[in-house]
């Protein structure tokens, strides 16, 4: 059975420009989180989203937004990038938003912003 | 921020010993979980501990959920070269943000033969 998957593996922006990741849950997962993870730190959550609806919030600017479609796919939108978005982006699935239903994460985007 | 504190930052072991590490929080978890991150891929869910005082073993991985529910440890055993990587520990607050995950910054095991 597939994974997470997420797309592109590796992005190159400039500063201000827009970005859309894209993440595909484990087949019958119906959470999503995100995760932005710098060099040489553990990944810090920017959002949940449980049936499309946001659940969780992390303290991250309002450029950062998300959603998930019907098919319990997600994308993280960053508008106005700046240098210090540069990081690996993760996606986590789990069943559902529930005691004992642990994520697991997909390989990430590298985002590199110039 | 982190708001673990995972320690050590780093060790360099000889294949064959044992590994332990350990996390710490100023707040209570309801859930820990470690994980295990190679270079250019996402963390690998190794254990998961849901109850205080839990001892949950995979394998040569061994963790324990702490009985005050701020902190965890893992253990590995007789380690071997592909036990290479960053160990993650990661908590879940008990709050209605289920899906927020408090990482630690992770410990760096490097295996020499």
């Known amino acids: 059975d597939a994974g997470v998957t997420q797309s592109p593996t590796h992005l190159i922006k400039t500063r201000g420009q827009h970005v859309t990741l894209r993440c595909s849950p484990i087949?019958?997962?119906?959470?999503v989180s995100w995760y932005q993870q710098v060099l040489g730190q553990g990944p810090q959550f920017i959002f949940q989203?449980?049936?499309?609806?946001?659940?969780g919030r992390g303290n991250f600017p309002d450029r950062f937004s998300a959603r998930q479609f019907p098919n319990y796919s997600s994308e993280l939108n960053v508008n106005a990038l700046l240098l210090g978005d540069s990081a690996l982006y993760l996606c986590?699935?789990?069943?559902?938003?529930?005691?004992?239903?642990?994520?697991?994460f997909g390989d990430g985007t590298r985002l590199s912003i110039l | 921020g982190q708001q673990l504190n995972q320690s050590p930052q780093s060790m360099f072991i000889q294949e064959g010993e044992d590994v332990s590490m350990n996390c710490t929080s100023s707040?209570?978890?309801?859930?820990w979980l470690w994980y295990k991150q190679d270079p250019g891929e996402g963390p690998v869910l190794l254990i998961a501990?849901?109850?205080?005082?839990e001892l949950t073993s995979n394998g040569r991985l061994t963790a324990q959920f702490g009985i005050t529910r701020k902190d965890s440890f893992l253990n590995i055993s007789a380690s071997i070269p592909s036990d290479v990587g960053i160990y993650f520990c990661?908590?879940?607050?008990?709050?209605?943000?289920?899906?927020?995950?408090?990482f630690g910054a992770g410990t760096q095991v490097v295996v020499t033969p």
């Open positions: 989203y449980y049936e499309k609806e946001e659940r």
């Open positions: 986590a699935s789990s069943l559902g938003q529930g005691f004992g239903q642990p994520q697991h």
């Open positions: 501990l849901y109850k205080a005082g």
């Open positions: 707040s209570i978890f309801n859930t």
């Open positions: 087949s019958g997962h119906k959470s």
């Open positions: 990661a908590g879940q607050p008990p709050t209605d943000s289920w899906g927020k995950l408090q």
